[in-house]
């Protein structure tokens, strides 16, 4: 089993940044693919980002390419999604998620195992 908390979201005005923060719980993290969705109002939770298991394979979303960058800290068991130059409609709940894979991690929501429960970004223009 693992827990995910989500934290570092907030209200920000467009072409500013922020830094999500994804916490696990147990001792398997290093054995997960992390991976990032986003969900804005009246729309689908849609795929952000993803790293491996090892932080070698890393996969974006073509709207946040050269402006999100995702990494992980395996001995803190933590996620982070920095995000710079951040558009209104980048506003949405933003999910860490947890798949067993120790292999090319997936972009489908379907495959993942474990999901927190979400912080909201919120971008002014």
């Known amino acids: 089993q693992v827990q995910l908390v989500e934290s570092g979201g907030g209200l920000v005005q467009a072409g500013g940044s922020l830094r999500l923060s994804c916490a696990a719980s147990g001792r398997t993290f290093s054995s997960y693919a992390m991976g990032w969705f986003r969900q804005a109002p009246g729309k689908e939770r849609e795929f952000v980002a993803v790293?491996?298991?090892?932080?070698?394979?890393?996969y974006y979303e073509d709207s946040v390419k050269g402006r999100f960058t995702i990494s992980r800290d395996n001995p803190k068991n933590t996620v982070y999604l920095q995000m710079n130059s951040l558009k209104p409609e980048d506003t949405a709940v933003y999910y860490c998620a947890a798949e067993r894979n120790l292999g090319i991690p997936s972009r489908r929501e379907n495959s993942y195992d474990y999901w927190g429960q979400g912080t909201q970004v919120t971008v002014s223009s």
């Open positions: 790293i491996s298991f090892t932080g070698r394979t890393i």
